[in-house]
């Protein structure tokens, strides 16, 4: 599984020796159902692959020290979120000084992701399509990048956002809308750059 696969077992193996009120089983589903979104964030931060691995594993391990609060969490989403963002945030100023060159995303992350049941020639557009706009994200601004990553890749809306980012939410639709109009724009000089290399193919 992709959870495994990032974490081991390195965090399970601390569930279940952890004597926390909540139950081994609802740490088990919290990795199960959200080491996809925690991984994505930790990269949309850090920009390497090996390092939002990192940081997903600390995120999680901060979670299980204070998985007793989980029964008082109102939205579990958001409030995972906001651990990732902030693990993330805080690898980011310790390594600061060796993460000067951001990396941009490489085809290995798409093989984390769970494989849509497509016939083999969508499957390969579909990833292919994916590929590209992840790499056109990543050019953009980091102001605008992240919010956009947040919205359409861990799909937060505008007040999750301004509560991760803590910016008004009025500042995450205006960069959601920048950062949109920007992406629009790259995408359609690069597929009629192609649409005409084509024809003279």
């Known amino acids: 599984m992709a959870g495994q696969a ?16 909540a139950p081994v089983e609802s740490m088990e589903a919290l990795v199960a159902l959200h080491t996809a979104m925690v991984f994505r964030i930790a990269y949309s931060v850090l920009r390497n692959h090996q390092d939002a691995e990192d940081a997903a594993q600390e995120c999680f391990l901060r979670v299980l020290k204070a998985q007793g609060r989980l029964k008082d969490v109102r939205n579990v989403k958001t409030w995972l979120a906001r ?4 693990t993330a945030l805080d690898q980011r100023s310790r390594r600061a000084a060796s993460a000067a060159n951001e990396e941009v995303l490489d085809d290995e992350l798409l093989e984390r992701l769970p494989d849509s049941r497509h016939g083999s020639d969508e499957q390969v557009e579909d990833r292919q399509m994916r590929a590209l706009l992840e790499r056109l994200i990543a050019g953009l601004p ?24 803590e910016i008004p939410e009025g500042s995450v639709r205006t960069r959601l809308l920048r950062a949109r109009r920007l992406l629009k724009d790259k995408l359609a000089v690069l ?9 003279h193919g």
């Open 142 to 165: 980091e102001e605008l990048r992240q919010p956009l990553e947040l919205s359409t890749v861990q799909e937060l809306n505008s007040a999750e956002i301004a509560e991760l980012m």
């Open 83 to 86: 651990i990732a963002w902030t």
């Open 191 to 199: 597929l009629n750059s192609r649409k005409e290399s084509k024809s």
């Open 6 to 21: 990032i974490l081991g077992e390195t965090v399970l193996k601390k569930a279940r020796a952890s004597e926390a009120e």
